[in-house]
């Protein structure tokens, strides 16, 4: 047993425990799936892809009430008849949704999915057997896909169904979402339609689309066949390849299996493969509405034509597919090929021309080549069938008048933007305003006073109730720590943007955040839009409304330091997990009482989650924010790029000695030296109110009563936060004052000290080259001076690291081994450079301003650079073609 594995045993052991210490947890979600057991993750039949007798293996009869028996495994894509109780009466059918599709759901995998179908295609039973959705166990009781599914029963293949409202006009019949998972359903909806259609199709019931068929362009008098490199650069021949890993075998550095195919009917493209006599000799068989493909296996042993093949049967590892579609071929439908005929053809091991006889098929339209290679679990055993497409379009130079014009249906993600259209534009609308009152926050400052913080607190109070009503509990779009965790594993291995673009809200809300935390700091997300945030604060402020200020409290400062550690270990503990398991990861993020409070309602969970709520909630009538301070993992994530904000607030010299911002600071974010640490702050804005507030400000309050007592006038408060001289003078005593204070305590208005590094000096072109060469060389002179243990230790990992990425690069390591040693590499590389490199930059990546980092400040810095450097390494390597992810 490796490493790897013997984490992953860990981490479901982890799991395990959690279940298991929370009986009331699995009462709550117990929906039933197969043979009435949740269906999340259940385990199937290890045969279950390929046994002829599914019914033997799967409830049948749960998706088909009546039916007394069902024949064995038939057609392609499969399907069983069920039968009446004279076992002669055909009722309808069963498929398994995987034999035909395995269009996977939020988590990457499909949901697996029996459905019954009358002979009429209406939908008799569906039932989930297994899916690996945790936002459906934990965040979403399971039954709710029970109950999505079950609105199918009774309608009819034939319709046109859709998640979400009907339109009479378009003859659409909407089925209600389940919120908090659009995705899933949408994903579900594709499943069982297509599932359902291609049957339906297959047996008669839907009528074959019927296609028009192509005309091809003629082989002109004399001119020259194309040699195979020219077939493949036009896309006339195209590839599929499968990698052993694809299959869940070891890496041999040999594809599993390599097959190159095309369409032969085109005159050019025929003859070119065939030869003139060959192809001439092969259209004369065909009929005016058939088309032949030749398949040729250059690489792999696997044979394409399917081990288990016998005459009379099927070819079960290749298929046709167009626009929903799918071709299959009996042995008849084969004919032997023998050689290419084109310049340059590779040579194979395996060949075959194969004849799509449907009228339904045309040549002229996009179709695509299915490899079906058998997929087996390495831990369980467990084969799937997994496919493996590659597009094909016969190049418009082969047809008359070129490709035909296609309308394509609106992708899903699409159609749930043009659905809610409205709703996005206002959410969208809303995510701008906030932005731009922040961005106005100078002159709303200005306007209030620490007695009056209206100007400021009436845009804050009435986002906080819009943030909180309408997009926490109706639109249910609170943000969650598992999204980060989907983005941070979709960087590092395959970002598909429909994932992330199937939930609109969600989606805008992360532009917004992504956007606000490297120009503001994540404090404008959770000070002033985060839904729970904002409950937390409001019962904060009512109860210290209503009396209860007294009992109000802040812990001590030193206590508060330690304390706000714990939410950036929760997080790092959260990302490691995920490594290993997603699915554990998300169950963890249950720490989060968002599901709870937002997407679940307290009133349908079981008593722990809704007991951690209310724990909340009670301690924030006595302590702001207390769950953000302490243990959100995502105030946390937030936290870390916040160091890089590009505007940060304003300090003034006296506000080093100055305790009044501190004081009044409820998260707690401003130190002894009057220092603001913009990873914690929330922007309340309250010490930007007091920053010009000739009142509350003591060395502003101090000027104006001289001024006063001197006759002055009393002028404006400048950028700097004094009174602006009222002649511009040299010996303004403010300005002395301040200067006097800078030069015995630090300077407030950065994090931390400022610093020169060697690498501030340069200019010019100079300056990007050296800037290149910082964030990629972790060391200098003095990163050799401290321990002796750390510089060996430092060596080894950075020669282990380049090793690991150079195995990366030859296609011999895994994924998983490379984030492993690239993680040791950033915790080392934060130590040596905390030694050596000790500053960040701060403020816009362009600037030229460094200071002193600490530890936090490292971390975020080595963290976010190296997440980069490593999603681009790995994509650099998957688009060569080195490493395969997932
Ligand atoms: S720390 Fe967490 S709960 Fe608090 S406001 Fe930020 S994201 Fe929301
Ligand atoms: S008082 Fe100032 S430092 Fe503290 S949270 Fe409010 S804006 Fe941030």
Redo the contacts with the bound molecule.
């Keep these: 047993m490796n490493w790897l594995s013997i984490a992953r045993r860990l981490a479901v052991a982890v799991g395990l425990a959690v279940a298991v210490s929370s009986p009331a947890l699995a009462s709550t979600n117990s929906g039933t799936g197969a043979g009435g057991s949740q269906a999340y993750e259940a385990e199937l039949p290890a045969d279950l892809a390929t046994a002829k007798d599914m019914c033997a293996l799967l409830p049948c009869k749960d998706v088909f009430p009546g039916a007394a028996s069902f024949s064995e495994r038939k057609g392609q894509p499969p399907y069983v008849e069920a039968y009446g109780a004279d076992g002669k009466t055909k009722l309808g059918y069963v498929m398994l949704s995987t034999d035909i599709t395995d269009t996977p759901a939020y988590s990457g995998k499909p949901v697996v999915t029996l459905i019954g179908m009358d002979n009429e295609g209406k939908f008799v039973g569906v039932k989930v057997l297994k899916h690996s959705e945790p936002i459906l166990l934990l965040g979403i009781p399971e039954s709710a896909l029970i109950n999505f599914n079950n609105q199918y029963i009774g309608k009819s293949v034939k319709d046109k169904i859709e998640v979400g409202s009907s339109h009479a006009d378009s003859e659409v019949i909407g089925v209600d979402a389940i919120s908090g998972a659009t995705v899933t359903v949408i994903a579900q909806n594709q499943v069982l339609m297509t599932s359902g259609a291609a049957i339906a199709k297959q047996v008669g019931i839907m009528e074959q689309t019927i296609r028009p068929q192509p005309q091809y362009v003629p082989l002109a008098e004399g001119a020259q066949l194309p040699d195979w490199n020219t077939l493949v650069k036009q896309e006339a021949v195209r590839r599929i390849v499968v990698q052993p890993q694809q299959v869940g075998l070891d890496k041999t550095g040999e594809p599993f299996i390599e097959l190159w195919f095309g369409s032969l009917n085109s005159p050019i493209v025929g003859q070119a493969v065939l030869g003139k006599s060959n192809w001439q000799n092969l259209m004369s068989q065909l009929k005016p509405e058939e088309t032949a493909i030749f398949v040729i296996r250059t690489a792999g042993k696997e044979s394409f034509k399917g081990s288990g093949f016998v005459r009379g049967g099927i070819y079960d590892r290749v298929q046709v597919r167009q626009d929903g579609d799918t071709f299959t071929f009996r042995d008849t439908d084969a004919l032997n090929l023998y050689s290419v005929a084109a310049k340059g053809a590779p040579t194979f091991t395996e060949a075959a021309i194969f004849m799509v006889r449907s009228k339904a098929f045309s040549d002229a339209y996009p179709w695509q080549l299915t490899f079906l290679g058998n997929k087996v679990d390495r831990e369980t055993g467990t084969r799937t069938f997994a496919n493996f497409d590659t597009a094909y379009w016969m190049p418009a130079q082969y047809l008359e008048g070129g490709h035909p014009k296609i309308i394509k249906p609106d992708p899903s993600w699409l159609k749930v933007w043009k659905s809610r259209a409205l709703e996005i534009s206002l959410f969208a609308l809303l995510l701008v305003a906030v932005t731009v009152v922040y961005a106005l926050r100078d002159p709303l400052t200005r306007r209030s006073t620490h007695k009056n913080k209206w100007p400021v607190n009436a845009f804050k109070y009435s986002f906080w109730m819009i943030f909180i009503v309408w997009v926490g509990f109706i639109m249910m779009a609170q ?1 969650s720590i598992t999204q980060v965790l989907t983005w941070l594993h979709s960087l590092l291995f395959k970002w598909e943007w429909t994932l992330f673009l199937s939930d609109p809200f969600i989606f805008l809300f992360w532009v917004f955040i992504f956007i606000t935390i490297f120009v503001f700091g ?1 404090g404008l ?3 002033w839009t ?1 839904p ?2 904002s409950i ?1 604060e409001i019962i904060h402020k009512v109860a210290g409304a209503v009396g209860l200020k007294r009992f109000q409290f802040q812990l001590p400062q030193v206590w508060h330091d330690r304390l706000k550690w714990v939410k950036y270990a929760v997080f790092f503990g959260l990302v490691v997990v995920s490594l290993f398991s997603m699915g554990l990861a998300e169950k963890l993020s249950e720490v989060e009482p968002f599901k709870t409070t937002f997407l679940v309602g307290l009133t349908n969970r079981s008593w722990p989650y809704v007991t951690f709520v209310a724990v909340i909630f009670g301690i924030s009538i006595f302590i702001e ?1 207390p ?2 301070k302490y243990v ?1 993992p ?2 946390a994530s ?1 936290a870390m790029p916040s160091t890089f904000r590009w505007f940060g607030l304003k300090r003034k010299a006296d506000c080093n000695s100055c305790k009044a911002c501190a004081k009044g600071c409820g998260a707690q974010a401003i130190d002894a030296d009057g220092r603001i640490d913009h990873r914690e702050c ?1 922007h309340c804005l309250d010490c930007m109110i007091l920053y010009t507030d000739t009142s509350g400000c003591p060395p502003l309050a101090k000027e104006r009563k001289m001024r006063e007592r001197e006759g002055q006038p009393l002028t404006a408060i400048g950028k700097n936060g004094y009174f602006i001289p009222i002649v511009p003078i040299k010996d303004d005593r403010q300005l002395q004052h301040a200067a006097a204070l800078l030069a015995k305590k630090p300077d407030p208005r950065l994090p931390t000290d400022v610093a020169v590094p060697p690498v501030a000096e340069a200019r010019g072109i100079k300056r990007l080259w050296v800037e290149i060469v910082d964030h990629l060389w972790p060391f200098n002179r003095d990163s050799w001076k401290g321990s002796r243990i750390l510089t060996a230790v430092g060596i080894a990992l950075a020669l282990a690291a380049s090793l690991v990425w150079v195995l990366a690069a030859q296609g011999s390591a895994s994924p998983i081994m490379v984030i492993g040693w690239w993680f040791g590499w950033s915790v080392f590389e934060v130590l040596i450079r905390l030694q050596g490199k000790r500053y960040v930059k701060d403020g816009p990546w362009w600037g030229t301003v460094y200071r002193r980092a600490n530890v936090m400040d490292m971390l975020a810095y080595v963290g976010f650079k190296n997440l980069l450097i490593g999603a681009a390494l790995f994509w650099a390597l998957q688009a060569a073609g080195l490493m395969t992810m997932g």
Aim: glycine fraction near 18%; hydrophobic fraction near 30%.
């Design positions: 943000p994540r997300f959770c000070g985060c729970f945030g937390q924010r769950y953000c959100c995502l105030g937030l929330l």
